[in-house]
């Protein structure tokens, strides 16, 4: 309610439409996967509850982030590290696992806070040598419960053209809120009547399931991942090597749809949004009346 003198009008707030960075799909370590697409994010905006360091949280699609930096209470796994403060336009990563951390480029996820609420993508497997830190168990299985978020999960999203077969890897409830966005968002350049309607369950045993080295784009705190069947990123397996540049034969409209409408509308724990608070009428009139009598002196 708009009270005159009192309180502001109530602004309205549209969500933006558009792609997401402006990044090359060059083969330079650190380099992001793709350019803007052009398409809309104009999907409805959806909230999911997740439980994070014995509390639970609100995540929102195409939300803005920015909640309040805590540390983690004794107690708790991860007791100590920080949790929380990161905003949207903190989102996109690189092809590194250990990239989409706010202010730390680093490879690799060992010991690190969690900016986002989500813990960061937990491969499987057991890697050798340079390799290992993409199978770091720090953070369980991928079928560890105790991920914000649920189990870790993938969809799968094949171009329309029929040059290449993408997936998005996260936790379950990450999943299933982008596979309405992607297939909305992306229908003119995905096959989506062969695209996942449903997350699949994340079997890192299965030679079908995803690999780290498949990976074109991390996001989140390297929580999400866009991966790509066909493609091996050998810097991602040994270190002082540059990432593999993406094949030409990958459909660069599929990607850049799904890169960009990732980077917006993947969920994110939101600040708590001010409020104006609506003054009791009583109040409104009593402050009217005193006003009026001072205009008499």
Known sequence: MYVPFISQRTRKVYRRKGGGKGSSSGGG???????????????????????????????????????????IPSGQL?????????????V?????????????????????????????????????????YLHNNEYGRPDNSSRPGGVMTY?????????????????????????????SNCSSVINTSSSSSAPISFNDSDSSTPKPEQSVQYYRASTVA???????????????TSDTTIPSWVDTNALNCLNSTI???????????????????????????????CSFF
Do not use: C
């Open 155 to 183: 969809a799968t999203f094949p171009a329309i053209s029929g040059n290449a077969t993408f997936h998005v890897v996260a936790d379950n409830e990450t999943v299933t809120s982008l596979i309405t966005d992607l297939t």
């Open 29 to 71: 370590k650190g380099s992001s996967s793709s350019g803007s697409s052009g398409s809309s994010s104009s999907g409805s905006t959806r909230s999911q509850s997740i439980s994070s360091s014995g509390s639970s949280k609100q995540a929102t699609s195409y939300g803005k982030g920015g909640s309040a930096v805590s540390t």
């Open 92 to 132: 996109m990563g690189t092809r590194t696992y250990g990239s989409g951390y706010p202010g730390n480029p680093s490879r690799g996820v060992a010991g690190l806070g969690f900016p986002f609420y989500y813990w960061p993508l937990a491969w499987g497997g057991i890697g050798l040598g340079s390799a290992a």
């Open 78 to 90: 991860f007791a100590g590290r920080s949790q929380g403060g990161g905003t949207r336009d903190q």
């Open 226 to 240: 866009l991966t790509v069947d066909g493609y091996n990123n050998t810097g991602a397996l040994q270190n002082d």
């Open 263 to 293: 980077d917006v509308a993947a969920p994110l724990v939101d600040g708590v949004a001010q409020q104006w608070i609506v003054p009791n009428i009583g109040l409104v009139a009593l402050f009217w009346v005193f006003y009026h009598l």
